[in-house]
């Protein structure tokens, strides 16, 4: 139960759930355990179609983070070893969680762009951030 609430609470963190929202407001005052996980449930499948697969770099590997307010890729995309991790391992759970989607795959990527572009082969280590 603990990992569960760790993990959605991750995932609020990285897709932005906004929990004091003005539609909130319209909410019922008391839900049962299972309204609550499905709201939940509901509104972290809305988030993730948002995140996935959008900010998956297919030209230079990892994943994007840097978006204008419209969700339009900007132009610059320096990749930080903290959210480029951050993805693999929400995109990890997401596997263990809902293994008939491609999140797995989605998480090798990233893995892949850590060992390949963010490893300092020079002198061992990651880099901090990286352009593209």
Same mark, same amino acid.
């Given at each position: 139960m603990k990992n569960r609430l760790l993990f959605i609470l991750h995932l609020f963190l990285i897709t932005g759930i906004?929990?004091?929202?003005?539609?909130?407001?319209n909410l019922p005052t008391e839900l049962s355990g299972e309204e609550v996980a499905a709201n939940i449930r509901a509104e972290l499948e809305s988030k993730l179609d948002?995140?996935?697969p959008r900010?998956? #770099?297919m030209e230079y590997g990892g994943y994007l983070s840097n978006f204008t307010h419209d969700w339009q890729q900007a132009e610059t995309q320096e990749k930080?070893?903290?959210?480029?991790?951050r993805h693999i391992w929400t995109l990890s759970?997401?596997?263990a969680r809902y293994p #008939?989607?491609?999140y797995a795959e989605l998480a090798?990527?990233?893995f892949e762009f850590l060992k390949e572009k963010m490893w300092d082969d020079e002198y061992g280590g990651f880099f901090q951030t990286v352009s593209q």
């Open positions: 906004c929990l004091n929202c003005s539609e909130s407001e948002v995140w996935y900010v998956i #770099d930080m070893i903290v959210t480029q991790s759970k997401l596997a #008939d989607q491609n090798s990527h990233g």
